[in-house]
């Protein structure tokens, strides 16, 4: 990160400066107004944000947080550094800072992975591996989430301290099941039914090399086909479907 000094007056507007300071948007409205651009962001991830410390919104006579468009601007400053430059939080508050006091912030390039519809989603690693920085961005899962899904065994860090490619359909998955009320602790029961359900597979799968790699692949899908089925089955049966 390089800053150059600018001239400054005595009193400098908070970045970003000449837009507008008026509060008139709630949180929801906020979520709304970014979400096409982020589509994980959520509620929780604005509050995290203003905790640390990139947005101060303003608070209503009934405590309710109000928000300007100079809020909505760092908030989109701050979740476009995360997605496309991979940035931890506390970079980007100094960042921020620096901002705030005048400075020019040069931002360094970054490669990128683009999908068709425009969304970055991943860097261009050839192995796919992410980052815990880069999975909690591309995902909008808090820190705090994130370690519970590790210490849950749904997720796991590989020997290069990163997460494999499967770690980014994994988390959205239990942050789906998280906002339907189902804690991470409770999913340590599906993780164990699986790891059964890959002994079971690798007891009867008897060939070798690349051979063996497709019949567990084969029995694999089966299986996971088969425990959908049962979900389903059980959640008609008890009245959840």
């Known amino acids: ?136 961005s591309l995902t909008g899962a808090t820190p705090e989430s994130l370690e519970a899904m590790v210490s849950a065994g749904l997720i796991s860090l590989e020997l290069s301290g990163r997460f494999d490619k499967s770690a980014l359909q994994t988390v959205k998955a239990v942050k789906v099941l998280n906002e339907a009320g189902i804690s991470t602790r409770n999913l340590r029961s599906v993780r164990v039914a699986v790891e059964r359900a890959v002994e079971l597979i690798e007891h009867v799968v008897t060939s070798s090399g690349a051979e063996r790699t497709e019949q567990a692949s084969e029995l694999a899908t089966h299986m996971s086909d088969l425990m959908s089925e049962l979900v389903k089955r059980s959640a008609n049966s008890s009245g959840a479907l």
Not at 35 to 53: A, N, T
Not at 58 to 64: K, L
């Open 1 to 136: 990160m390089s800053a150059a000094p600018l001239t400054k007056p005595n009193q400098i507007e908070p970045w970003p400066r000449g837009v507008d300071r008026k509060v008139c948007f709630s949180i929801g409205q906020v979520v709304a107004r970014l979400k096409k651009e982020f589509p994980s962001l959520s509620v929780s991830k604005v509050r995290f944000l203003e905790d640390q410390g990139i947005v101060s919104p303003t608070r209503s006579g009934s405590g309710y947080r109000k928000y300007s468009e100079a809020d909505i601007a760092r908030i989109r400053y701050c979740l476009t550094e995360q997605r496309d430059r991979y940035k931890p939080i506390r970079v980007i508050v100094t960042q921020l800072e620096k901002l705030d006091q005048g400075y020019d912030i040069a931002p360094a390039p970054v490669a990128r992975v683009v999908a068709d519809g425009g969304e970055v989603i991943a860097p261009t690693r050839a192995d796919g591996t992410l980052t815990f920085a880069e999975l909690a």
